[in-house]
């Protein structure tokens, strides 16, 4: 595809409900990362994929959160029994080489409200 | 603690009237630095990145600079369609055998008007 598409671009759950959020990454990145973004604020680093492996998930809030890369090409990011906190705007990135180094492009996010 | 500080917060600016946005950064081992812009509703768009003190990149009406403290980006003679947030994120070392960290700063949110 011409850039990185995310899925849903919108979500509204209810709290407790599990949502599921996808990536469609540029075709042939390597890396991709989850970032979480409230408002007013800068993205925070969630997990990162090298192919199907994810090499660092330091940033998932809890262990409620999970990602998943299992072919190595879209990602989807599981939120279990969501709270308001996690109200924000999940951003993934892809990026050509194996490290962050490289441009990241964006998609352009799903807003997640938790009612 | 590893930091990223950009300011001002917000930049109202008349059509014309350059300027320039800071970014301050306290890590351990700058890997680089990466300046992005956002449009509201929008994901970041990436624009530059700097590697070491004393670079210098320039796209149209932008040029980033890069010291050992901190980045400014440069907006000359800017235009309504540059106003947008502009996002600053540096890459340092984690330390051990674990990748790299990102992190972003809160970003200026810049206002042109016409």
């Known amino acids: 595809g011409a850039g990185v598409s995310q899925s849903p671009r919108y979500k509204v759950a209810k709290r407790g409900q599990d949502v599921a959020l996808r990536c469609d990454p540029i075709?042939?990145?390597?890396?991709l990362f989850w970032y979480q973004q409230a408002l007013g604020q800068g993205p925070e680093f969630l997990t990162y994929f090298q192919n199907e492996a994810q090499l660092d998930k330091s940033g998932l809030p809890s262990d409620r959160f999970f990602a998943e890369r299992p072919e190595g090409s879209v990602s989807t990011l599981k939120i279990q029994r969501t709270q308001q906190e996690d109200s924000a705007v999940y951003l993934c990135?892809?990026?050509?080489?194996?490290?962050?180094?490289?441009?990241?492009?964006f998609g352009p996010g799903t807003r997640l409200t938790v009612l | 603690e590893d930091q990223v500080t950009q300011s001002p917060e917000a930049l109202r600016l008349q059509e014309g009237e350059s300027s320039s946005l800071n970014c301050s950064y306290t890590?351990?081992?700058?890997?680089?630095l990466f300046w992005y812009r956002q449009d509201p509703g929008k994901g970041p768009e990436f624009l530059f990145t700097?590697?070491?003190a004393g670079e210098e990149k320039e796209k149209e009406r932008l040029k980033a600079t890069l010291t050992k403290k901190e980045s400014f980006l440069h907006i000359t003679a800017p235009k309504p369609e540059d106003s947008a947030t502009y996002l600053c994120?540096?890459?340092?070392?984690?330390?051990?055998?674990?990748?790299?960290?990102?992190?972003f700063g809160k970003g200026t949110r810049l206002h042109i008007l016409p």
């Open positions: 075709s042939g990145h390597v890396s």
């Open positions: 990135a892809s990026s050509q080489g194996t490290s962050g180094y490289n441009e990241q492009f």
């Open positions: 994120a540096v890459q340092a070392p984690f330390g051990g055998n674990r990748d790299d960290k990102i992190i």
């Open positions: 700097l590697y070491s």
């Open positions: 890590v351990s081992g700058l890997r680089g």
